[in-house]
């Protein structure tokens, strides 16, 4: 069974960072790629970042500059470290795995980022 584990949420000031964490066990033979996703109260959930199998990378526009996606191919893990945080990046931030030639999906459990201005 395929399984996500999320840290490094939690409380930052406006202008603080946070590195959050997510790392995939189990039955993978291939991972096509690894993402962050990030929904706020009352809003749909949204990409924030996403990392391929070779390397490439994808911003949301709000977080180009602050934001940085990155991964540890050994470990099948994928880090988000975001600097320069705003209010507006408040929310639970989840994590997305596309892994086998199905290339079947998989969500984490979420984890709350909260930054206060």
């Known amino acids: 069974q395929v399984q996500l584990v999320e840290s490094g949420g939690g409380l930052v000031q406006a202008g603080g960072s946070l590195r959050l964490s997510c790392a995939a066990s189990?039955?993978?033979?291939?991972?096509?790629?690894m993402g962050w996703y990030r929904q706020a109260p009352g809003k749909q959930r949204e990409l924030v970042a996403r990392?391929?199998?070779?390397?490439?990378?994808n911003y949301a526009d709000s977080v180009k500059g602050r934001f940085t996606i990155s991964r540890d191919n050994a470990k099948n893990t994928v880090y988000l470290q975001m600097n320069s945080l705003k209010f507006e990046d408040t929310g639970v931030y989840y994590c997305n795995l596309n892994y086998g030639l199905g290339y079947q999906g998989l969500w984490g459990q979420g984890t709350q980022v909260t930054v206060s201005s």
């Open positions: 189990g039955r993978i033979f291939s991972i096509n790629f």
């Open positions: 990392i391929t199998s070779g390397g490439s990378r």
